[in-house]
């Protein structure tokens, strides 16, 4: 007498095996119901010159609970993955509005203000710098000697001619060359804000400077710096009236 074998099944941890997991449990425990039933039906009426299998229906039994296990496993592996989506997305949330720091070539220009960039150089070299604004179209380009490190590079918005560029995005492409005339490594990063987050990505996007970020590609985070308003016009002519005051008065008081 002989049972009926039985494959075990798995499942993929994501979005469709969390959706078809309490399906799949469902049709296990219903099989094994039924395993159960015939098993007992079997051993009921079983040719006691020919009994049943016990190894048989014992194997069954194990395969059985080899398949519920691993269904249990995939269940526990597909709620640790959507633990783990949760803190990525409160960790990216949390960069909002923060200043970093993100390997990158395009950055903002503000009036009055400066853009400024951040070279890395692994010798010293001679590196070409050219800024373009968002159309392509070249602003300025100068030659400079670089040390080995980490420098920044500020410019002030007026292009080789003078002329003042306007605020907005540009761009800055650097390369460079050893004393050798060797080509030498350069690479560019920037500061900036990051003004959103994407959390119907995976892993979520970061917008810095119209750019997209990943969070494991911010290398920086800045304090931003804080400035001391100016006193009011009030507090500046008391004091001034105060000043004037005490030099009025004679020295031998």
Do not use: H
Not at 75 to 95: C, F, G, M, R
Not at 192 to 219: C, E, M, R
């Amino acid at each position: 007498m002989a049972l009926l074998p039985i494959s075990p099944t798995t499942t993929t941890p994501g979005a469709a095996s969390i959706a078809g997991s309490g399906t799949d449990r469902a049709t296990i425990a219903e099989n094994f119901s039924t395993f159960l039933q015939l098993l007992t039906t079997q051993l009921k009426n079983q040719n006691p010159m020919d009994p049943l299998d016990t190894n048989q229906f014992t194997q069954q039994l194990v395969q059985f609970a080899q398949v519920e296990q691993q269904m249990k496993q995939n269940d526990q592996l597909s709620q640790i993955i959507a633990i783990e989506k949760s803190a990525q997305s409160t960790v990216a949330l949390s960069y909002v509005g923060q200043t970093v720091v993100v390997e990158g070539q395009t950055t903002q220009l503000s009036l009055p203000g400066a853009a400024t960039w951040t070279m890395n150089v692994t010798k010293p070299a001679t590196a070409t710098v050219t800024v373009k604004d968002a159309t392509g179209q070249t602003c300025y380009t100068g030659t400079f000697s670089v040390s080995p490190g980490q420098q920044n590079f500020t410019w002030d918005g007026k292009g080789n001619d003078g002329k003042q560029w306007p605020a907005g995005s540009y761009t800055l492409t650097a390369t460079a060359t050893d004393p050798g005339g060797q080509t030498a490594a350069i690479s560019t990063e920037i500061i900036a804000v990051v003004d959103s987050v994407d959390l119907t990505k995976d892993p979520p996007i970061l917008s810095i400077n119209g750019k997209d970020y990943t969070v494991d590609q911010i290398k920086r985070v800045l304090r931003p710096i804080v400035t001391a308003p100016p006193p009011p016009a009030e507090e500046n002519a008391q004091n001034n009236a105060f000043s004037q005051l005490l030099s009025a008065l004679p020295l031998g008081l």
